[in-house]
């Protein structure tokens, strides 16, 4: 079965501070999801990343997969407050395998922005 | 609105009472999941519907139970084989099974 390993496991920034949290596969990914997680919420699904090299953005927050799709990065620029959570990487099987959707998770990121 | 919704949000039973944990959606998607989290670990997939009247084990099904009558329904029974209960229960679903998963709020079952 294929493997998340999601690093640190948990980062304290001062606000302003950029940060980067990666999740490494142990197999080539087929599709890499990125979620935040309020503690005790659902989870919020922030991009999807499908192709190697590709990378996305949405308002702070930037993801990459890297060229191998081994690799992905979620790195925050400026942090806030409010980017406070769990960040979890999910992955849709590898490639050359069968997916039906089936996501496996990393252990999550806890991060704490102190004002 | 459209959205996912479980209920309840907390829920206590006492040891060997089987339970159910609601999840609904109106989102018209044809895929629901049902997932475990526990502290420090992601989240692990135990049952999963690509369509109505279809389901599949995910990787830790042992001890729960879905049924998928309706295609906005996809209820998960954690019965008395289950030997570690008690956790975080979140459900999912996505318009097919190739895109991303919208997940509903939670439920907090505590097995006393």
């Known amino acids: 079965s294929q493997e998340l390993e999601q690093s640190p496991q948990s980062l304290i920034v001062q606000e302003g501070k950029n940060l980067t949290i990666n999740c490494t596969s142990s197999k080539t990914l087929y599709g890499l999801y990125w979620y935040k997680q309020k503690y005790g919420e659902g989870l919020i699904f922030l991009m999807m990343l499908q192709k190697g090299g590709e990378e996305k953005s949405h308002e702070k927050i930037t993801a990459k997969l890297d060229e191998k799709k081994q690799q992905s990065s979620l790195h925050i620029t400026a942090s806030q407050p409010s980017h406070a959570g769990i960040y979890l990487c999910?992955?849709?099987?590898?490639?050359?395998?069968?997916?039906?959707?089936?996501?496996?998770f990393g252990q999550g990121t806890i991060l704490t922005v102190h004002p | 609105d459209g959205g996912i919704t479980q209920s309840p949000k907390y829920l206590f039973r006492k040891e060997g009472q089987n339970v159910t944990l609601s999840c609904e959606q109106n989102l018209n998607h044809d895929a629901m999941y049902w997932y475990r989290q526990d502290p420090g670990q992601g989240l692990r997939l135990i049952y999963y519907?690509?369509?109505?009247?279809?389901?599949q084990k995910g990787d830790i099904a042992e001890g729960y139970s879905v049924s998928r009558e309706k295609k906005e329904s996809f209820p998960l029974t954690v019965t008395s084989a289950q030997k570690n209960p008690t956790a975080f229960y979140l459900c999912a679903s996505s318009p097919t099974v190739y895109n991303e998963q919208f997940f509903g709020p939670g439920t907090r079952l505590t097995v006393l």
């Open positions: 519907s690509q369509i109505v009247n279809d389901f």
């Open positions: 999910g992955a849709e099987g590898y490639a050359g395998g069968t997916s039906y959707g089936k996501l496996t």
